[in-house]
């Protein structure tokens, strides 16, 4: 069988990237069928080199000196410049995306269209490990959760039981036990497809919407992915929505499971979760509580209790209106790719397939699609806009390349793109919606995607910043609306002086309790991350410069305040430990970018020295850094075995604003970093650079 399968795939030369005009810096990839329209809409260099098609690009002269590197790189990146400014990149890595989307789509009675799918299916294709199967994120070895659900993912998309290597993915899957020992989010998607039986997830009460405010464990408290995935999430677990029963959903329930599906029992599979999934297992409370709702939740079926039921009908009220307030907040896409596909759900199930709620969402299901070189994946978010543009600006401009007539143009284009891509006023649901301000920020992504971000913001300031001060551009964004951006930052800080991700810490880590995504560590709460803090604290030391006279002894505390909480998280080994990239590496060069500010370098501070000698250590023999996502995982640092461009250069960053005095050790990092670009100005993407929730890794391919 999987001798004669042909991995299905598209002709590549058809697929365009449209940019949005009216929502800015939005990704759509087309299929364009007929030749005419090809021929008149040409695939231009941003298109191929995502396609992984010959670029047209010239070959450039050997870079002599960094600056030259420096140099070319920059002019083989302006050629995937948008004309609006941005960069698109992809961004991928997560490997449960997908399968929440195909799911809702198939309950929902939809499908993507035949090349989207076709390429769907390349991409899970591709990206399936050795060993078999699939792990939470591409460089993870397979799980019950990464096999399970994008081998019902790839049955929906059209691929047959005993098609290609379906065959051999379902004997792994039976060898690991079957699907009943799958995560509880693999839990709830299984139940909401109809091939898993909601007596065997966990209660999702949506009841915990009616706490009051000041209760310390409600909603409104968590970190705000959670919270976005809660709520649709208890919406369809309350309602016990179930999509249409297909013959797929038949056949899946004979495929899935080692024994016969009506022979299940459920109710014991609510703490059955595959070893080889958990990260975080759950703790004892969580359990009892589990316990407890159980009885809960067996209420309608037991006359007496049924009392119970008028308290879940408004506490579904309650829940789909803050479902509604996101989709409304963010332009029908969500924060995210995972509450996007439950929010599409819920609104469908509550105003039907005709609705102009549904078609909305549909209408923003491309935002999330991304076609790579591997084939068509699932994004992070709806792009990483922002957070590559501002660190691309910032480059430009302190390395000088920005003074470069050659570069000009394509500096401008990123000015346009900030201007445009600041968040002018606070959300529409803004105090029903439990949301933070955003007036003056800017996100990760978009605009419309509407989430201020601590460092995005900060980043996004320092970009608009030091793209203002050449001599040559307009400035267009004036002092007014960066001191909107200051007053975001300073709403932000937390009292332990650390800045979390999009809010402020709501609520104790005691939170964690409650934690029941066994995949992922750390999830309930925003905390304090050195990454953030730096940002936001070096923005405001910039800005106070620019403007001395704007909220000065505010300012000067919180920075005063956020360089201690830097200090105090320092490891004794000398690093810090990266929740955002991988890992030590990365955030070490956060902090020590935070200490030079402070003044604090090798000459003069016994942390700063003690940090150079944890990096110094960990240099490799052909001179250069490589760390793996595991360093996150058991926050001790993990060797790679080949070193890494991208992690070479943040500790090349580190060492500079350390002001480490042995330059042979930076020169032997920077002479491997020159010889690893390409002869047309490129550095490939190696390894994943990116991770969050401490165990998944995620791509930054544009970085
Ligand atoms: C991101 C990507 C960017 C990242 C930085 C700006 C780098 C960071 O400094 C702050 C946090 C942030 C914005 C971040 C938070 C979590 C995200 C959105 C992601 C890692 C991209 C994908 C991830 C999201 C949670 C994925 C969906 C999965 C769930 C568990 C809901």
Request: with cysteine.
């Amino acid at each position: 069988m999987t001798s004669q399968f042909q991995v299905p795939t598209t002709n590549l030369t058809a697929w365009r990237l449209k940019i949005g005009e009216d929502s800015h810096g939005q990704h759509k990839w087309v299929y364009l069928h007929d030749e005419k329209q090809r021929e008149e809409w040409p695939q231009n260099n941003t298109e191929k080199y995502w396609l992984g098609l010959e670029v047209d690009v010239p070959e450039l002269p050997k870079a002599k000196t960094p600056y030259e590197a420096a140099k070319n790189g920059l002019k083989f990146y302006r050629e995937l410049q948008s004309d609006d400014g941005h960069f698109a990149t992809e961004y991928g890595g997560p490997l449960f995306l997908i399968p929440g989307l195909v799911i809702g789509l198939h309950v929902c009675g939809r499908q993507l269209t035949p090349e989207q799918s076709k390429e769907m299916i390349r991409y899970l294709l591709n990206k399936r490990r050795k060993e078999g199967g699939w792990g939470l994120h591409t460089a993870a070895p397979p799980t019950v959760y990464g096999t399970v659900m994008n081998y019902v993912a790839l049955r929906i998309l059209g691929m047959g039981p005993d098609e290609g290597p379906m065959t051999e993915i379902r004997a792994l899957i039976h060898e690991m036990g079957g699907a009943t020992s799958i995560p509880s989010w693999g839990k709830v998607w299984l139940s909401i497809l109809g091939v898993y039986d909601w007596d065997g997830v966990g209660s999702v009460p949506p009841e915990l919407w009616l706490l009051p405010d000041w209760a310390p464990f409600a909603p409104w408290r968590w970190w705000i992915h959670v919270r976005n995935v809660f709520t649709p999430m208890s919406y369809l677990y309350g309602t016990r929505f179930v999509g249409p029963y297909t013959p797929l959903i038949f056949a899946l329930r004979q495929e899935l499971y080692v024994e016969p599906y009506e022979s299940i029992k459920w109710s014991a599979q609510r703490t059955n979760v595959n070893p080889i999934d958990v990260y975080s297992p759950h703790h004892p409370v969580l359990d009892t509580l589990h316990g407890l709702l159980a009885y809960y939740e067996a209420c309608p079926s037991i006359p007496c209790f049924s009392s119970a039921l008028p308290l879940r009908k408004a506490a579904l009220r309650r829940v789909y209106q803050i479902v509604t307030y996101e989709d409304e907040n963010t332009g029908y896409q969500t924060i995210g790719p995972v509450s996007k596909a439950f929010n599409m759900v819920v609104r469908f199930a509550k105003e039907g397939p005709e609705s102009d709620a549904f078609k909305a969402h549909l209408s923003r299901i491309d935002d999330f699609l991304w076609l790579s070189k591997d084939g068509l994946m699932m994004t992070g978010t709806n792009g990483s806009q922002l957070w590559d543009l501002a660190f691309m600006a910032q480059a430009a401009v302190e390395t000088g390349l920005a003074y470069e007539d050659e570069n000009k143009e394509s500096v401008k284009g990123m000015l346009r793109w900030l201007d445009e891509a600041q968040m002018r006023e606070n959300p529409k649901h803004y105090i029903a919606g439990y949301r933070h301000r955003t007036k003056g920020a800017w996100g990760f992504s978009t605009k419309e995607q509407n989430y201020t971000v601590s460092d995005c913001a900060a980043e996004g300031l320092k970009a608009a910043m030091t793209i203002q001060s050449l001599p040559y551009v307009t400035k267009t964004i004036g002092l007014d609306r960066m001191r909107d951006t200051v007053d975001t930052l300073l709403s932000m800080q937390n009292p332990s002086g650390g800045f979390a991700s999009y809010e402020l810490q709501r609520g104790s880590t005691k939170m964690e309790w409650l934690n029941a995504a066994e995949v992922f560590g750390n999830i309930m709460v925003d905390y304090e991350y050195p990454e953030c803090t730096t940002s936001v604290l070096s923005a405001l030391k910039y800005f106070s410069k620019l403007d001395p006279s704007y909220r000065p002894d505010e300012i000067e505390n919180t920075v005063d305040r956020a360089i201690k909480w830097i200090h105090s998280v320092q490891r004794p080994d000398g690093s810090w430990y990266g929740s955002w990239g991988i890992c030590f590496t990365y955030a070490t060069m956060f902090a020590l970018e935070s200490l030079s500010i402070a003044g604090e370098t090798c000459g003069n501070s016994e942390r700063v020295r003690r940090a150079c000698q944890f990096l110094v250590k960990h240099q490799m023999e052909d001179g250069g850094w490589g760390e793996t996502y595991m360093s996150c995982v058991n926050m001790e640092y993990a060797q790679h075995e080949h070193s890494q461009v991208v992690q070479t250069a943040w500790v090349v960053l580190s060492l500079i604003y350390a002001q480490y005095d042995d330059k042979s050790v930076i020169e032997r990092a920077v002479k491997l970093i020159m010889d690893r670009q390409r002869p047309d100005g490129r550095w490939e993407q190696e390894d994943t650079e990116g991770v969050f929730n401490k165990n998944c890794a995620i791509d930054y391919p544009g970085e």
